[in-house]
């Protein structure tokens, strides 16, 4: 069956670096888009990053473009999302989610890893 | 961006009856429309895609129409296990953007 792993999570000073991994079963990665979305402590979703299926159109949202950057291992079957300059309002739960079809739309979603970012 | 907004904030309502859910967005988004419900620890689950179709495994109490920039979510008999919060969600644009979210409370 589908299954998402997410790891890497922890805190993070202000202007630090951390990087993502996304561990995927069950399903090939590099059939299907792959996104983060993440969660503010008692906060709404808010969708981060996607690679498409081809492995070549990436989109990030505003909030975090030219600091992160979404990538994969085919062989690893892995998903990784690399975050620089962190700031404190990106603490927030990250979640990998795979995309149904190759459409933008979650049909699986990883159990989280909290970033905090704080000094 | 296309703007999600979704209301009530909050909807008090005991089980077996029926809830309604809004999501209106800023511009015409066709029918790109997720739900998704999220209970408190868990991770978000997928209910509805293209605004109307259920995900695999979806109860058929829960439904959603609409198309264009108004679109409903309906949970005919609420059972214990539908309070939590519900999200819309957009891919007709990038970004792709989240509703605030609605939360089902019992009353």
């Known amino acids: 069956q589908v299954q998402l792993v997410e790891s890497g999570g922890g805190v993070v000073q202000p202007g630090g670096s951390l990087r993502l991994s996304c561990a995927a079963s069950?399903?090939?990665?590099?059939?299907?888009?792959m996104h983060w979305v993440r969660q503010a402590p008692g906060k709404g979703l808010e969708w981060v990053a996607c690679i498409w299926y081809d492995g070549n159109n990436k989109y990030y949202a505003d909030s975090v473009e030219g600091r992160f950057t979404i990538f994969r291992d085919n062989y690893k079957n892995s998903l990784y999302l690399e975050m620089d300059s962190l700031r404190a309002e990106d603490t927030a739960v990250y979640y990998c989610?795979?995309?149904?079809?190759?459409?933008?739309?979650?049909?699986?979603w990883g159990q989280g890893t909290l970033v905090t970012v704080s000094s | 961006e296309v703007v999600l907004t979704q209301s009530p904030a909050t909807l008090s309502l005991s089980p077996g009856e029926r809830a309604t859910l809004s999501c209106r967005a800023s511009q015409s988004i066709s029918i790109y429309l997720a739900w998704y419900q999220q209970k408190p620890g868990q991770a978000p689950r997928l209910l509805i895609y293209e605004a109307s179709n259920r995900a695999a495994g979806i109860p058929a109490r829960f439904s959603g129409s609409g198309s264009g920039t108004d679109f409903t979510l309906t949970i005919s008999s609420l059972e214990p296990e539908d309070f939590a919060v519900y999200y819309c969600?957009?891919?007709?644009?990038?970004?792709?953007?989240f509703g605030q979210g609605t939360k089902v409370e019992i009353k």
């Open positions: 969600q957009q891919r007709n644009y990038w970004p792709l953007t």
């Open positions: 069950g399903f090939t990665i590099s059939n299907f888009g």
């Open positions: 989610a795979k995309g149904r079809h190759g459409e933008s739309i979650f049909d699986y």
